[in-house]
């Protein structure tokens, strides 16, 4: 008997009928990174702006009344988590490549305790600023509250950044 597989919004599910008697079984199809994403809203509710569902490993932290540009939560590695400014235009422009500078050289100044990405100057054209990273083991569940309340911390940290403006 072949198991007819479905997937729905609640995940992966099957409905069987064997000699008359019918189950249904779902699967849950969660990876490691949507769970600690649960955990860290659980936990003191999350990040600003955190939403239930879950958008793949790069997540978003805005709060309310901020700028157009926000905090990305990077949590699809499993060895390392990272948070980074990233611009609210979409456009690739001189301006917003010069704005992200200035945000990585706030960072740079404001949160020299922290490890830095790099490119400074690849990630400005994109639209983004320098990381804050640490390692990180996803798959040890005993990390997870320090991984969560670091994330927290950075987080607060890069929204002062950005409701502050960087310096000129």
Request: glycine letters at 10%.
């Amino acid at each position: 008997m072949r198991c007819p597989f479905h997937r729905g919004a609640s995940g992966l599910w099957a409905r069987i009928s064997l000699c008359g008697v019918k189950v249904a079984v779902e699967f849950d199809e969660g990876s490691t990174s949507q769970e600690f994403w649960r955990f860290l809203k659980d936990q003191g509710g999350g990040v600003p702006g955190q939403k239930d569902t879950w958008r793949g490993p790069s997540q978003w932290s805005v709060r309310e009344g901020e700028a157009v540009d926000h905090v990305g939560i990077y949590i699809g590695n499993a060895e390392l988590l990272w948070l980074y400014i990233k611009s609210g235009e979409s456009r690739p422009s001189k301006e917003r490549a010069a704005q992200m500078r200035r945000y990585s050289w706030t960072i740079l100044e404001q949160m020299s305790d922290q490890r830095h990405g790099n490119n400074l100057d690849r990630n400005s054209t994109n639209g983004m600023s320098i990381a804050v990273r640490r390692p990180w083991a996803c798959d040890d569940e005993e990390g997870w509250l320090d991984a969560a309340q670091w994330i927290r911390e950075q987080c607060d940290r890069l929204h002062a950044i950005v409701g502050d403006g960087p310096d000129d």
